[in-house]
């Protein structure tokens, strides 16, 4: 097994990985960060913008990997300025994480797959654009996961087991422009949604047991635990608690967050 080991203080890198069996680890939870800033609207050499799958601070690859006891943060901001800015990209075919915080605003985790199929030319360029779409199993326990939109996402059958979940608050913009909260629910502006996962159809997706889902300071009933990128989205929550900043109705749909998608198959034990 590689053995990679982050010391105590910030590590501003951006990390990039792909060995059979790899441990990464830190000497604590906030002891050993590991820092980067890549935001998907900056732009590249090629004048294109840098898009969601190479903002990542780590990018993990292999057959088993385990990862514990440090934080990997993506620094970038706000999502509606600086874009989708991903932490951590998961991409082993077994991937074990323990003790981890992982700090971002939207799309902090993304856990492979990818979907089979881009909405938009190039929407998924990156390490795993044009390669084969390979299941992946994860395993997450005792993590911190912070962010604001879809900031768990992929298409990996994965384990969070007591973990907390933090939803950020979204503060209104200077400008009066798209990137504002566009829907709301009641009057209450939506602050963001939790999980968007791109399960294929027939898998397990997410499966969240006695996690804490918390804000640091987002209103009641203004976010949505999950939502399917794709229509066949799964993800179940067992014994799980949450704070009042969740909305009654807990899911959201893709195209209008009001109307949930019939294929998709979220579900609280």
Same mark, same amino acid.
């Given at each position: 097994?590689?053995?990679?080991?982050?010391?105590?203080?910030?590590?501003?890198?951006?990390?990039?990985?792909?060995?059979?069996?790899?441990?990464?680890?830190?000497?604590?939870?906030?002891?050993?960060?590991?820092?980067?800033?890549?935001?998907?609207?900056?732009?590249?050499?090629?004048?294109?913008?840098?898009?969601?799958?190479?903002?990542?601070?780590?990018?993990?690859?292999?057959?088993?990997?385990?990862?514990?006891?440090?934080?990997?943060?993506?620094?970038?901001? +706000?999502?509606?300025?600086?874009?989708?800015?991903?932490?951590?990209?998961?991409?082993?075919?077994?991937?074990?994480?323990?003790?981890?915080?992982?700090?971002?605003?939207?799309?902090? !985790? *993304?856990?492979?797959?990818?979907?089979?199929?881009?909405?938009?030319?190039?929407?998924?360029?990156?390490?795993?654009?044009?390669?084969?779409?390979?299941?992946?199993?994860?395993?997450?326990? +005792?993590?911190?996961?912070?962010?604001?939109? +879809?900031?768990?996402?992929?298409?990996?059958?994965?384990?969070?087991?007591?973990?907390?979940?933090?939803? !950020?608050?979204?503060?209104?913009?200077?400008?009066?422009?798209?990137?504002?909260?566009?829907?709301?629910?009641?009057?209450?502006?939506?602050?963001?949604?939790?999980?968007?996962?791109?399960?294929?159809?027939?898998?397990?997706?997410?499966?969240?047991?006695?996690?804490? *889902?918390?804000?640091?300071?987002?209103?009641?009933?203004?976010?949505?635990?999950?939502?399917?990128?794709?229509?066949?989205?799964?993800?179940?929550?067992?014994?799980?608690? *949450?704070?009042?900043?969740?909305?009654?109705?807990?899911?959201?749909?893709?195209?209008?967050?009001?109307?949930?998608?019939?294929?998709?198959?979220? !579900?609280? !034990?």
């Amino acid at each position: 097994m590689k053995v990679l080991t982050i010391n105590k203080g910030i590590t501003i890198k951006k990390l990039e990985l792909e060995a059979s069996s790899i441990l990464l680890r830190g000497a604590g939870m906030d002891k050993s960060v590991l820092s980067n800033g890549d935001g998907g609207y900056d732009l590249m050499p090629d004048g294109r913008k840098r898009g969601t799958f190479r903002s990542y601070t780590a990018f993990i690859s292999g057959q088993d990997v385990t990862v514990k006891d440090l934080t990997i943060e993506n620094t970038a901001g +706000d999502g509606r300025v600086h874009g989708q800015a991903v932490a951590l990209y998961a991409d082993a075919e077994r991937f074990t994480c323990k003790r981890v915080h992982l700090k971002g605003h939207q799309d902090t !985790l *993304f856990l492979s797959p990818l979907p089979v199929k881009e909405r938009e030319p190039d929407g998924f360029k990156g390490p795993r654009q044009k390669a084969p779409r390979i299941p992946t199993i994860q395993y997450y326990e +005792d993590c911190l996961i912070e962010g604001d939109i +879809d900031f768990i996402f992929g298409g990996a059958d994965a384990i969070f087991r007591n973990c907390e979940i933090r939803s !950020l608050f979204r503060p209104p913009l200077e400008s009066d422009d798209n990137r504002q909260i566009r829907y709301t629910h009641d009057g209450v502006p939506i602050q963001g949604f939790v999980c968007a996962p791109c399960t294929p159809e027939g898998g397990r997706g997410f499966e969240f047991i006695n996690c804490l *889902f918390t804000t640091d300071c987002c209103p009641d009933g203004s976010v949505y635990l999950a939502r399917p990128w794709r229509p066949y989205g799964k993800a179940v929550f067992k014994s799980c608690s *949450f704070g009042a900043h969740i909305a009654p109705e807990r899911f959201a749909g893709w195209a209008n967050p009001l109307q949930v998608e019939s294929t998709a198959d979220f !579900l609280i !034990l």
